[in-house]
């Protein structure tokens, strides 16, 4: 069903607020029906070009396209062919569910024959449908989650966009807006473009690009990215781990390092390497693992930290910054 | 509850049109039934709103009765007062209704209506109706109690005391919409509107007649839009009363610009021309990109 027709375009796309450079020109093309997930820590720039991208901010410099229409000359043709879910809900608390899909049906201009029958599939197809009549406030996080996708689609757009939509969730719920994600994408001709910082969702996606201090870093599906790092992680168990990291650079000419009281190393094809280990070491190993990289492990090697450090230092960065908050928050 | 059987058929799309005239009044219709719907569940709000008044006009209105009988020439205070509190109604219910979209933009709703494919205009124009309509339809209650304060029930009186609501409430919602698109906290708002709302209601004549004030006094009145809508709203509530020529000369005297008393189809036009002007602010600032 993917097809090389692009649905998001964009060149050279930059957006600064005042001295903050938050995107640093980016080109990005997601084809049509894909799910392309969009990475990196909080701050990275992802919510600024998910709303460049979404017509709510004018880019500094550079272009895009979405839906085959310029998000800042054809505005107006770029909203009617795209769903929003924001990561801090949008429904009207007191108001039903089905009202605040009536009232998106207006907005949006649905054709009024075509609005009951659309209303019930979305919110069948979200499990919503029995509740439509109980005020939004009553819903779980999970629950006002899945209502803002069915609301998203209402207007069958052509690319949904999905900003942070697992997060404050727990990890069950998580996983079900996924698998959610993947049946809409085989039922609907829709492209996906969804962030995320959980790396581990992003195994959902067809593609995903990586985004860091406002660049994109890499951009693949996600086992090409994993096997680009080339290298299996091993994870050791000795008496004396210092004895060990000793050993490991005389031996092997390999940095090793002390995780959570055993010792880490990295080496292309782990499984052939651990006999060599057992062989070459004269300090006793009491236990050993070997494990593939994970997307963790390729946001490491591309940044040179971990998403988590690098979610402290952008928060710091940004956090001197009111106006790139807000456009956070909002 | 899974998410593994939820879908069942693949669903029929639907497709949006360009936008268009219809399209719009849709989003305008819609937007204010959504005002209208959350004033009808807010009945706390509804109580508030229509004490306030009545506070007004029966506590302050009798506690002044005492100090003026002699000078308002045998009209009752309240009587002479009612104008002044059917537009205090409108005033506060009006600028509140605008608060929504400082509150919307707070909530979050207020994206959902920014990022559809509507003009800006048409949510900013949905708003003032929405509190337009909220205002009138506690002015109308402020309307039914004119018998308690010795204004009798003349058709004359209600239609043309509704009509300038209308006019009055259109002009002050828009007038707080204007304030209120760019606000991005309910607090900042309510701040401007303690600043804004008193001095207006004070130097309007709402509470005393404007033709012997102090110089300084009547120029600020000259300035205040709502004068020009309490003039005429007084003007539609005396006709009503049977009360001798001095005393209508004293409490109903239209306002005077130098020499020259102003028509009341006039002080209407100056009312519609304000608030016409300010909604077209309010949508210029409301549709200037972050």
């Known amino acids: ?330 | 509850m899974t998410m593994s059987s939820v879908v069942t058929a693949p669903v029929a799309a639907v497709r949006v049109p360009a936008r268009s005239l219809a399209g719009e009044l849709r989003a305008i219709k819609i937007v204010w039934q959504r005002d209208l719907i959350r004033f009808a569940e807010d009945r706390m709000r509804m109580v508030i709103m229509l004490v306030q008044p009545f506070i007004f006009l029966f506590v302050l209105g009798t506690g002044f009765q005492a100090l003026t009988s002699r000078s308002t020439g045998g009209v009752d205070i309240r009587t002479f007062m009612f104008p002044g509190i059917v537009a205090m109604s409108l005033l506060f219910t009006s600028i509140f209704s605008a608060a929504s979209i400082v509150w919307d933009r707070e909530f979050g709703f207020l994206r959902e209506m920014l990022v559809a494919p509507v003009w800006r205009g048409s949510i900013v124009i949905g708003k003032c109706l929405g509190g337009s309509t909220v205002a009138v339809l506690q002015g109308v209650l402020v309307v039914a109690v004119a018998g308690l304060v010795g204004v009798p029930y003349s058709p004359a009186m209600i239609i043309g005391v509704i009509a300038l609501q209308l006019l009055l409430a259109f002009t002050l919602t828009s007038l707080g919409l204007m304030i209120a698109v760019r606000i991005k906290q309910i607090q900042s708002f309510m701040a401007i509107n303690q600043m804004l709302v008193l001095p207006l209601y004070f130097t309007s004549g709402a509470l005393f007649p404007v033709s012997h004030l102090p110089a300084w006094l009547a120029v600020l009145n000259r300035f205040d839009p709502l004068t020009y809508a309490i003039a005429p709203i007084r003007h539609v509530v005396f006709a009503s009363l049977t009360i001798s020529p001095a005393a209508r000369q004293i409490l109903d005297p239209g306002i005077m610009w130098g020499s020259w008393t102003v028509p009341t189809w006039l002080d209407a036009a100056i009312v519609f021309a304000i608030g016409v002007t300010v909604l077209a602010i309010a949508i210029i600032r409301f549709s200037r990109d972050d």
Not at chain 1, 148 to 154: D, F
Not at chain 1, 187 to 203: K, P
Not at chain 1, 228 to 247: H, K, L, M, Q
């Open chain 1, 1 to 330: 069903m993917k097809s090389s027709e692009p649905a998001i375009e964009a060149r050279g796309l930059v957006r600064n607020f005042g001295q903050v450079a938050a995107v640093r020109g980016i080109d990005l093309t997601v084809y049509r029906n894909e799910i392309f997930g969009f990475l990196g820590p909080n701050g990275a720039g992802k919510s600024t070009t998910i709303n460049m991208l979404c017509t709510l901010l004018r880019p500094t410099a550079g272009e895009a396209r979405v839906a085959g229409h310029d998000v800042v000359t054809e505005r107006d043709a770029v909203r009617r062919n795209i769903g929003l879910v924001f990561q801090s809900t949008t429904l009207d608390d007191y108001m039903t569910a089905e009202r605040n899909l009536r009232l998106h049906a207006e907005l949006y201009a649905v054709p009024r024959a075509a609005v009951d029958d659309r209303l019930r599939q979305v919110l069948e197809m979200v499990g919503l449908w029995d509740r439509r009549s109980s005020k939004v406030a009553t819903y779980s996080g999970g629950m006002k989650r899945r209502l803002e996708i069915a609301r998203g689609l209402l207007h069958s757009p052509r690319v949904l966009f999905l900003d942070e939509p697992t997060i404050g969730l727990d990890p069950q719920t998580r996983g079900s807006i996924w698998s959610y994600v993947r049946e809409l994408q085989a039922a609907e001709d829709i492209t996906i473009f969804v962030t995320t910082h959980y790396m581990d969702e992003a195994e959902y996606c067809d593609r995903i690009a990586i985004m860091d201090h406002g660049d994109i870093i890499a951009l693949d599906t996600p086992s090409a990215l994993k096997a680009s790092v080339g290298t299996d992680r091993i994870r050791i168990d000795t008496p004396d781990n210092d004895r060990a990291i000793a050993e490991i650079q005389e031996r092997f000419d390999l940095p090793a390092k002390v995780n959570e009281g055993g010792v880490l190393l990295s080496v292309p094809n782990g499984e052939r390497f651990v006999p060599r280990l057992f062989a070459e070491l004269d300090v006793p190993i009491l236990s050993v693992s070997v494990s593939r990289p994970s997307l963790d492990d390729v946001f490491m090697s591309y940044t040179g930290t971990t998403i988590r450090e690098a979610e402290a230092t952008s928060a710091d960065k940004l956090g001197r910054h009111p106006m790139a908050m807000r456009m956070r928050g909002r």
